[in-house]
């Protein structure tokens, strides 16, 4: 589970987000759209502790990410949108550090590092360096990573960026197979088809302010539109919203 509670970031007077309370429980896949500057990033640099919150608690599993900062981070996998890997390191000695700093005993790590090369199709690469790898590979295996701890709550920012279309569907199915089973997704996408494919609910935010919240059906009857197209509806929200702020 995720909980934002009235939380707030600033930026000297810019507020970046603002008093956002929001729960997303086990087993949703939770979408955040919005224009560039509405206030994605910082929410998710938020979620995964890269950032303190100006005021209002983020908690994940029901820790406090300033508090309890080590407990909420175990139970948190993180792909950002930018991959970054240590280029003299080889796929697999990546996944090495990455299973080393989560703890995972040995005679285990090399099980769950053996099962991401598998799901993500990572065999002719894993023992080249980083440095040599394409976006798309690179892309992958920080999905890989991010898998390794089996964690509860999935956070990923611009998730498809670079990856190829059969990349694009095993994540996916990944996705949607792990929800079922009970973890908790949140997903930053400019891809509105994404949302609408993927996601249980999901939510608008314009400069900071959560400005819708709900399932596609719900949004359209929020904004009273005849138009069944989700492009169409998401620019008509951001744009009256950019006009009456």
């Known amino acids: 589970m995720i909980e934002f509670d009235r939380t707030t970031r600033t930026y000297g007077s810019k507020v970046a987000v603002s008093e956002l309370s929001l729960t997303i429980p086990r087993g949703e896949l939770f979408a955040l759209l919005g ?9 998710i640099k938020m979620l995964v502790g890269l950032l303190r919150p100006s005021s209002g608690v983020v908690r994940v599993c029901g820790h ?14 993180y792909v950002p949108d930018e991959p970054y890997l240590y280029d003299k390191l080889t796929g697999h000695e990546f996944l090495r550090f990455i299973a080393d700093m989560y703890g995972i ?11 991401e090369i598998d799901r993500f199709e990572l065999h002719e690469f894993a023992n080249e360096l980083a440095e040599n790898y394409s976006l798309g590979m690179r892309q992958r295996l920080v999905f ?29 199915d990944l996705l949607k197979k792990k929800t ?15 949302a609408e494919e993927m ?6 935010m314009v400069h900071g302010n ?36």
């Open 35 to 43: 224009p560039n500057g509405a206030g994605k990033t910082t929410t």
């Open 64 to 77: 406090d990410l300033v508090k309890e900062t080590r407990s909420a981070h175990r139970h948190v996998g």
């Open 105 to 115: 005993p040995r005679d285990l790590s090399d099980e769950y590092i053996a099962r």
């Open 144 to 172: 890989a990573a991010a898998f390794l701890h089996d964690p509860d709550v999935l956070v990923l920012d611009e998730p498809m960026v670079g990856l190829d279309p059969r990349s694009v569907r095993i994540v996916k």
């Open 180 to 194: 079922a089973d009970g973890m908790t997704v949140f997903m930053s996408t400019h891809t509105l088809g994404m």
């Open 199 to 204: 996601a249980s609910r999901m939510g608008i």
């Open 210 to 245: 959560l400005k819708f919240l709900g399932t596609v059906s719900e949004l359209r009857e929020q904004v009273d539109m005849e138009t069944r197209n989700l492009e169409n509806l998401y620019l008509e929200i951001t744009s009256s919203a950019t006009r009456v702020t």
